[in-house]
């Protein structure tokens, strides 16, 4: 049994995520072929590229959500710093916990106080807090997220009734408050309106000091913006995706070395 050094401390750390080799299947259908790539601590990396090119299927690898499709099949590893998250003798709650996700359309519990919606991740994952403990960390987690002092009077009021961005600020807290290692983003602001967008944006750059940040983006100019480097990922004439290049996103944008990612940074595919 792996020793998973990631798991030793509740302190909110970043960690390095490594994919080694994956390849991944829906079925008899493979929509990944060994990809490869180091996503560093403390920074945030976008993975860019055209609809179908296995971008959201590689995210999913990153906290076993891909084995929860029954057709799915993986191959590789995924290391949290040094450790592979799908040894076998590594439980899934314990990955969930130190990887976590935001998804493309909001989803908190729409009936739940925004305070319980907030600790609900705590239950979940079999953790105990209470009193003063649990009022700090609602705070702690809704300012982290950019959510406080819009909420902070009526901490009682149903997760449902919140905004779009709201709701999507409310799922980033929810997440931060079991202390993750990694978070990730499936293109988390493509329901939203502009100004929700450049708010979520902000809470992104403000996370990257204490998260590691791993999003899916369509959108370049929010991956100009908010990434330290980034990873096109390309799936031609039917092959399995993969990824084409990465590395700083300054350079992926100004001189890539691949012809196709200048032109699909640029808007001439995709």
């Known amino acids: ?112 106080s925004i305070r319980d919606n907030v600790l609900s991740g705590l239950t979940l994952t079999g953790r105990k807090i209470s009193g003063s403990g649990a009022d700090d960390l609602v ?36 997440s931060l408050a079991v202390r993750p290692s990694v978070l990730l983003m499936d293109e988390p602001c493509s329901a939203l309106d502009p100004t929700s967008t450049r708010r979520i944006e902000q809470t992104i750059q403000e996370l990257s000091t204490e998260v590691t940040i791993v999003i899916v983006t369509h959108n370049m100019q929010q991956a100009q913006r908010v990434s330290d480097d980034c990873a096109f990922f390309l799936a031609e004439a039917g092959t399995p995706g993969g990824i084409v290049e990465a590395g700083p996103t300054e350079l992926m944008f100004s001189v890539p070395q691949d012809p196709r990612t200048l032109d699909y940074v640029h808007g001439r595919f995709g």
């Open 1 to 112: 049994m792996s020793t998973f050094s990631a798991f030793d401390t509740d302190l909110q750390a970043p960690a390095t995520l490594t994919a080694v080799d994956i390849s991944c299947w829906f079925g008899d259908h493979k929509v990944l072929e060994k990809v490869n790539l180091t996503m560093e601590a403390g920074k945030v990396t976008a993975l860019i590229g055209p609809s179908g090119c296995g971008k959201s299927t590689f995210l999913r690898t990153l906290n076993r959500m891909h084995e929860l499709v029954p057709s799915a099949a993986l191959a590789g590893e995924v290391r949290l710093n040094e450790d592979d998250i799908y040894d076998d003798g590594i439980k899934i709650t314990d990955v969930r916990r130190q990887v976590g996700m935001v998804f493309q359309k909001p989803n908190p519990f729409p009936a739940m």
């Open 139 to 174: 705070e702690e987690t809704l300012a982290k997220s950019g959510l406080w002092t819009e909420v902070k009077d009526r901490l009682r009021n149903a997760g449902g009734s919140l905004s779009g961005g709201q709701q999507q600020r409310l799922c980033i807290a929810r």
